[in-house]
T-cell receptor, first 115, second 116 residues
Framework: ETGVTQSPTHLIKTRGQQVTLRCSSQ?????VSWYQQALGQGPEFLTY????????KSRLLSDRFSAERPKGSFSTLEIQRTEQGDSAMYLC?????????????FGPGTRLTVL | GDSVTQMEGPVTLSEEAFLTINCTYT??????LFWYVQYPGEGLQLLLK?????DKGSNKGFEATYRKETTSFHLEKGSVQVSDSAVYFC???????????????FGRGTQLTVWP
């Protein structure tokens, strides 16, 4: 069974550039959540998908951020016009959705540095 | 809104010492509570969980009891090992209106270092 994978592992961008982060959920899982983790802080929720539907977006998710989860197991988080404040670890988590909570399995993260 | 307040670190202990990491929460209704651990160079892993008041979650010698009267979920271990060195995160999933299954609220994390 393959766990949650994320790519790339590290990314260095210049302010103003666009970035796309990718997440592949664990086999059989139908939900994906994205989190942003600044250095020395806990993860902050960004958005949540069940199947292809984006069910919740945090106020942290500014209009420069967009996410999608087309059919299949992968999801993408795109950041337009990156700013230095976007520098953080971006975490993806997947779970088997349903009426009761199922454990979220986290990927290793993508560390984004914006210069 | 829902939130978690976690004891600030870092925490440094000798092997076999007793560990407590404090966690308190603010939430409406009856949240589910979790402890996640992040070992160096690895992703977040669920350590233990409790879904209702007075539940005790336990795993790998760690325990935490869901105390609704004190809104707390403190993590304890009777005898820590060097291999327990990691960052520990307390988290909650809300049950109030608007909560979704996919949204966890995390504390800031507590760095634990255990010396031999």
């Amino acid at each position: 069974e393959t766990g949650v994978t994320q790519s790339p592992t590290h990314l260095i961008k210049t302010r103003g550039q666009q970035v796309t982060l990718r997440c592949s959920s664990q086999s059989g899982h139908n939900t994906v959540s994205w989190y942003q983790q600044a250095l020395g802080q806990g993860p902050e929720f960004l958005t949540y998908f069940q199947n292809e539907a984006q069910l919740e977006k945090s106020r942290l998710l500014s209009d420069r951020f967009s996410a999608e989860r087309p059919k299949g197991s992968f999801s993408t988080l795109e950041i337009q016009r990156t700013e230095q404040g976007d520098s953080a670890m971006y975490l993806c988590a997947s779970s088997l959705g349903g009426p009761s909570y199922n454990e979220q399995f986290f990927g290793p993260g993508t560390r984004l540095t914006v210069l | 809104g829902d939130s978690v307040t976690q004891m600030e670190g870092p925490v440094t202990l000798s092997e076999e010492a007793f560990l407590t990491i404090n966690c308190t929460y603010t939430a409406t209704g009856y949240p589910s509570l979790f402890w996640y651990v992040q070992y160096p160079g690895e992703g977040l892993q669920l350590l233990l969980k409790a879904t209702k008041a007075d539940d005790k979650g336990s795993n790998k010698g760690f325990e935490a009891t869901y105390r609704k009267e004190t809104t707390s979920f403190h993590l304890e271990k009777g005898s820590v090992q060097v291999s327990d060195s990691a960052v520990y995160f307390c988290a909650l999933r809300g049950s109030g209106r608007g909560s979704t299954l996919g949204r966890l609220y995390f504390g800031r994390g507590t760095q634990l270092t255990v010396w031999p």
